[in-house]
């Protein structure tokens, strides 16, 4: 069995509740942080475990934590970006639903060495139940005296606030994010300044994911070096991935990192398989915004070595034969779908959750949108192809936040990746439409629906 | 999209407007305007599931804000609905993978089963249907949300049919 960090207590009967956590070993690293560490101290072992920001950059979270401005006396927050709305990921919302504990004990052991008070959870406006499920947990932790005034008689204190979002994928970005907290609608701020300089209410902020935040507790009980010592290289510990489309198991997964991608799809301890034994075309890895990988690509690096489940592995090659880790929304597509309708399906959704403060972004996604349902639909011409190629080239790194690249990207891979497919929709209109998965939809009936 | 005028008012129970004040003070002093999401949610879910001109002037005037600080909130995030909805607003996801799972056809049977295309409600006034981005169950597709929660692995006739007619029963129920 691979090794469990996150999910290790999992299978416990009633481990969403407060004694059974506890019993476990829950809130130890609270204790632990606040008894026999200074705040410095936790964020050094979080700079050895080497942990990186498991919200899709894979930024390293102790030099994160490091920069915060602790010198100029501000107050200063701590953030749980639990927005999760990147098309294939759904880990974050496994584990604040099955052990929301583990996120509250995160949050509170965060908190004590950023030298905060209070923190914000933001969590994405539909998951209603999961708030509730979140509230009722701080509650218990607050009722076992590990959050309010004078935790443990140390003088410490934290309140943690549970905050709904209303349905916008760009307040994942985490400026935006920091906004759409002040109650205003979600647009991305210029950087610099960042948030650990000035964040939210002009504060200095530390923006970190679910996952990343619930890995902490770990590494203060067990130290940064063990924590190191799991995983491959630069990629240490375990990740949440999050698998779906075309397998036998869809699912969260835990895996430790450096698992061959091969075992990952293949195996029976985790995906099993492509879908009713059919031949896999595709895979996005990381959640929709990283690039598409055909069937070929996917399972060796450059190099020619097995591909591994990593940060360097899985971008290996760059974008020529690469992808990205990313969030960990690995999407499966087998031999019957088809790229163009994906691609477009994926532009209209970056289309749609463009905040529009950018011409490139706000007009490009809408552009390649429209490209990509005339190709896709049957109407579409062979220089269209070198069209959506030029537009995605003038959005990729001309914008204030990253939606621009990320709805960049998948257009830019399946192009380079399977041009001959786009092709063949100019080629054959009729059969084009055949090719689609689900239903047939003309243009008419597209454009009618979609101005609603 | 614009908002609604209905000329009616919205006023808000005393018990309502406590719940209200207390979101507001989970916030920092003077950072009461960071309530504005929440508060949007409570106040759609007692104005019959949608934000009227009236119900967004009237959370302008309990937080202090000025009502333009709160259109421009309500039109920029999806979940608020700026025009009626049927009893039960059925969001279903319309992104990649689910599209991959039989969400397109999902999508395609709800209309007509109901005979509604989308945004519009049944004459009964019982069910309205969206189409919404991904909602974080793409393993468990296809899917929608209804109300509260979440329905997964909608894939058969007989379930979609069996999950209407639950909520129409809870419909009439409630009547
Ligand atoms: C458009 C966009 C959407 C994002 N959505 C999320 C999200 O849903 N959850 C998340 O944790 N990070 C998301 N991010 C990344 C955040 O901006 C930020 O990097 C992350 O929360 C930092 O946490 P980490 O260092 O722990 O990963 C998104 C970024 C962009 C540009
Ligand atoms: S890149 Fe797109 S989403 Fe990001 S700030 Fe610009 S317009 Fe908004
Ligand atoms: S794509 Fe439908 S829930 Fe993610």
Known sequence: ?452 | MLAVKTNKPFNPSEEIQNQIRGVMDQYPEGKSKSALLPVLHIVQNENAGWLSVEAMDKVAELMNLRPIEVYEVATFYSMYNLKPVGKFLLEVCHTGPCAIMKGEWLIDYLKRKLKISIGETTSDGLFTLKTVECLGACGYAPMMQIGEYYYEHLNSEEKVDKLLEDFRMKGFNRN
Not at chain 1, 401 to 413: F, N
Not at chain 1, 432 to 441: E, H, P
């Open chain 1, 1 to 452: 069995m691979a090794k469990k960090i996150l999910l290790e207590h999992i299978d416990k009967p009633g481990i969403k509740s407060y004694e059974v956590y506890r019993q476990q070993g829950g809130y130890n690293s609270v204790e632990k942080a606040l008894r026999e560490m200074k705040p410095a101290d936790i964020v050094e072992e979080v700079k050895k475990s080497g942990l990186r920001g498991r919200g899709g950059a894979g930024f390293p979270t102790g030099m994160k934590w490091s920069f915060i401005d602790k010198k100029s006396g501000n107050l200063r927050y701590l953030v749980c970006n639990a927005d999760e709305s990147e098309p294939g990921t759904f880990k974050d919302r496994f584990l604040m639903e099955f052990i929301p504990h583990l996120l509250i004990e995160g949050m509170i052991t965060s908190s004590i060495a950023l030298e905060s008070n209070l923190g914000f959870i933001y969590i994405r406006g539909e998951f209603r139940w999961i708030k509730t499920i979140l509230e009722n947990a701080i509650a218990e932790a607050r009722a076992a005296g590990w959050l309010g005034h004078n935790i443990l008689g140390t003088g410490y204190s934290l309140e943690l606030v549970v905050h709904p979002g209303a349905g916008a994928y760009i307040c994942g970005e985490e400026t935006a994010l920091l906004e759409s907290l002040e109650g205003k609608r979600g647009l991305p701020r210029i950087k610099p300044p960042f948030p650990a300089v000035k964040g939210l209410y002009g504060n200095p902020t530390v923006v970190n994911n679910v996952e990343t935040i619930a890995a902490v507790p770990w590494i203060i009980n067990n130290g940064g070096d063990a924590y190191a010592k799991i995983g491959i290289g630069r990629s240490t510990g375990t990740k949440l991935i999050s698998a779906c489309g075309n397998i036998n198991k869809p699912g969260v997964y835990e895996i430790e990192l450096g698992l061959q991608v091969d075992e990952f799809l293949n195996s029976d301890e985790y995906c099993g398989g492509v879908l009713d034994g059919k031949m896999l075309k595709a895979v996005v890895a990381g959640g929709s915004s990283v690039p598409i990988l055909p069937a070929e690509l996917f399972f060796k690096t450059k190099k020619g070595e097995p591909r591994l489940m990593s940060y360097e592995s899985l971008s290996d090659g760059g974008f020529e034969s690469g992808t990205m880790l990313g969030s960990g929304g690995f999407i499966v597509y087998d031999e019957d779908q088809c790229i163009v309708r994906n691609t477009w399906n994926f532009t209209r959704f970056y289309h749609h959750e463009s905040c529009g403060q950018c011409s490139p972004c706000r007009e490009g996604t809408g552009w390649m949108e429209k490209v990509l349902h005339n190709l896709e639909s049957g109407h579409g011409k062979l220089s269209d192809v070198d069209l959506l190629w030029d537009i995605q080239k003038k959005i990729d790194g001309n914008t204030i936040c990253p939606l621009g690249d990320a709805a960049a990207w998948p257009v830019a891979s399946a192009i380079r990746h399977f041009r001959e497919e786009f092709e063949w929709h100019v080629e054959h209109p009729h059969d084009a439409q055949k090719r689609n998965y689900g239903l047939l939809k003309s243009t008419k009936e597209y454009f009618v629906a979609s101005a609603i």
